[in-house]
């Protein structure tokens, strides 16, 4: 094929390019309130000049930022022609990238709400190289029509590499199929009840400490003769935080919304979203495990959802691709029997750390939270004359005992089971993951023991596969010396 496309992103991706450096310029301005304030009122009294003098530095760093960004755009390009897919950036510090399609192991698409009302799509490439697997290594915003013009061209690309016959791409499969197409859908009620499971107790708790904190933090301030320009820039600035935590809960709700997923081929079509519209297809060939993943919340509840582990990954991928909802456990075989019917999930028994392992954790915690105080102690004797002493072991108290929590949670939770054709890893401390790694996806295994540990014979490490950064090692607890020997011998039977 001699189709060849030169391009740049669109237009859009500027702004796009802009959100993080435009939430710092409005920190900055917060942080400036005297010069903004005093800019306005030049304004209002029609002094131009002089706003502009007053105001001066924000401006100039607005403008330096923008143009910079613009610049930036403007200058890079992305080519695909004979079997690569080259990105140059012909800036300040020229950098070009050179990348063989036959290393593309998956290209999916989003869309969010400022990428609808402009009309494009963002193309994610992923690199099927353990080097570069710590990220989506490409990210492509381009108009609908060439977005899935370059997407058919590499998958052309591919396929001819491997001798295949071409063929069109499905790109429009999860947008013309109606919702009985799919093998896996959800309810309204379904929905929302994956949001709840999904909720993180610890966020809740942050977000609702952070609002309240903001409104204690002004009271102070105001109670204390505070100008009011200073009041309601520290209000803001804590209210920023807090609205941050909430937003990004109200997201993760939101991300699963319609959720659909159907397997064709050798392919897993998943399609959900509402504010940032995802469609991903996820090879199967390329799954390197499977993961059921549980919350606190769904783990009083008996409920998990599944992820596969594979190749990329960025924002919502970075630790896998969701495949299935929170659902009841007993459930979950079902529907991953008809999107993955060749990987056969076997009953298994969890062999969990042996009671030395928890004794051992829980002097560990005592000796670090015992140095621990005595820093809590020397910082609480210099305010000892505003906070009374009881404060402090009470402090203290709370600190320890959730620590000896979380060692006991964790204790408990971790277990290993060494089958025929996987390896199998229980880990978590409140939720619970469980992640079933074929031996053959496994790059290599890492074991390693310490002077305590050889002395009580355990050992532990962490099986590397090809996955991002997050996902990339799995590691295991403590375990006895026989169990690991076992499973490395498993490993090395397969090869």
């Not at 809740?204 to 204690?216: E, K, M, N, Q, R």
Request: charged content about 20%.
């Amino acid at each position: 094929m001699n189709k060849t496309i030169h391009t740049r992103n669109h237009v859009s991706y500027i702004l796009e390019q802009l959100g993080t450096a435009l939430i710092a310029i409005g920190l900055l301005i917060l942080g400036q309130g005297e010069l903004l304030t005093e800019g306005i009122e030049f304004l209002r009294q029609g002094k131009i000049l002089e706003a502009l003098i007053a105001m001066g530095a924000i401006l100039v760093i607005i403008a330096v930022v923008v143009g910079f960004s613009a610049w930036r755009w403007y200058r890079t390009f992305i080519t695909v022609a004979d079997g690569t897919l080259t990105i140059e950036q012909n800036t300040m510090n020229k950098k070009k990238d050179t990348i063989a399609v036959q290393n593309i192991s998956n290209i999916n698409l989003e869309q969010n709400l400022f990428e609808m009302i402009m009309g494009t799509y963002k193309l994610k490439l992923d690199i099927d190289s353990l080097s570069t697997a710590n990220k989506t290594d490409v990210k492509i915003v381009l108009k609908r029509e060439d977005a899935y013009a370059m997407k058919d061209l590499i998958m052309t690309m591919i396929k001819e590499g491997k001798g295949e016959e071409a063929q069109e791409e499905a790109n429009d499969f999860m947008d013309d199929r109606q919702e009985s197409d799919y093998d896996v859908t959800y309810t309204g009620k379904e929905i929302v009840k994956n949001c709840i499971m999904n909720t993180s107790i610890l966020a809740i708790t942050s977000c609702v400490g952070l609002f309240i904190s903001s409104f204690v933090i002004a009271g102070e301030l105001l109670s204390e003769g505070e100008a009011i320009g200073g009041v309601i820039g520290g209000f803001l600035m804590q209210f920023l935080v807090a609205g941050s935590v909430l937003w990004a809960l109200i997201k993760s709700w939101l991300a699963d919304y319609r959720f659909r997923a159907k397997r064709e081929n050798d392919k897993v079509y998943v399609r959900c979203g509402v504010l940032k519209i995802r469609k991903y297809a996820v090879p199967v060939e390329k799954i390197n495990a499977i993961c059921i993943r549980s919350t606190f919340l769904g783990r009083l509840c008996k409920h998990a959802y599944v992820k596969v582990i594979n190749v990329g990954g960025e924002d919502e991928d970075v630790d896998g691709m969701k495949l299935m909802l929170f659902e009841p456990i007993a459930k979950l075989g079902e529907h991953l029997k008809v999107l993955l019917p060749e990987i056969e999930i076997p009953k298994f028994t969890i062999t969990k750390q042996p009671t030395r392992v928890l004794v051992r954790n829980l002097i560990v915690a005592t000796l670090v939270m015992g140095c621990a105080a005595g820093g809590f102690t020397a910082g609480f004797v210099m305010t000892a004359e505003r906070y009374p002493m009881w404060w402090m072991y009470a402090i203290l108290a709370g600190i320890y005992a959730f620590v000896v929590l979380c060692v006991v949670l964790t204790y408990g939770t971790a277990g290993i089971a060494v089958l025929e054709h996987y390896v199998v890893i229980r880990s978590g401390t409140f939720g619970k993951t469980i992640e079933i790694i074929p031996y053959e996806k496994i790059q290599y295994i890492n074991t390693k023991s310490g002077l305590i540990d050889r002395w009580l014979h355990l050992r532990r490490g962490s099986i590397a596969i090809l996955a991002s950064t997050a996902s990339q090692n799995q590691s295991f607890g403590r375990f006895p010396e026989e169990q690991i020997d076992k499973l490395v011998e498993k490993f090395r039977e397969t090869y």
